[in-house]
């Protein structure tokens, strides 16, 4: 299963990054370009332990839907959401925050399978992990900006 891991530095206190991370306000503001809304569930504000939220984009020029749990918790450290219905086969993501000296270490661990068998598979190593990846760096750029300020 691809997974893709990525660690970005903040300036800002832990506590600020995880909820920023959790904000389905600043998620909708990362994803612009996909035109990204929050449809059903918890549509904005932070979202908590338990709760989901559908959402709706357009990727490649097809229009998905998507909701996601989050199923595991704990403040300021992790937290998990997983794909509950929507596109992939598999979607699970973690996210861990730790405070180095004056900064937090942010991590995604970005778990996915694509549906489709080996048609699904050749999409991944082809084109979905790299775009997947561009979209996770394009929203922790955003969190970055928005906790420094």
Not at 89 to 113: C, N, P, R, V
Not at 119 to 138: Q, S
Request: glycine share 6%; with cysteine; charged share 25%.
């Amino acid at each position: 299963m691809p997974t893709i891991i990525i660690k970005t530095l903040i300036n800002a206190p832990i506590r600020r990054c995880f909820d920023l991370s959790r904000s389905i306000d600043l998620h909708l503001q990362s994803m612009r370009s996909s035109n990204e809304k929050a449809i059903a569930g918890k549509t904005n504000g932070l979202i908590e332990l338990g709760e989901s939220v559908t959402w709706s984009a357009r990727h490649f020029g097809v229009k998905f839907e998507m909701t996601n749990r989050i199923s595991r918790m704990k403040y300021p450290s992790f937290f998990t959401d997983e794909m509950i219905t929507g596109p992939f086969k598999k979607l699970h993501h973690q996210h861990s925050f730790k405070t180095i000296g004056f900064q937090t270490e942010m991590t995604d661990i970005f778990e996915f399978q694509a549906p489709f068998g080996l048609f699904g598979k050749l999409a991944e190593k082809i084109f979905l992990k790299n775009y997947l990846l561009k979209l996770i760096e394009k929203r922790n750029e955003v969190i970055k900006f928005q906790a420094e300020l």
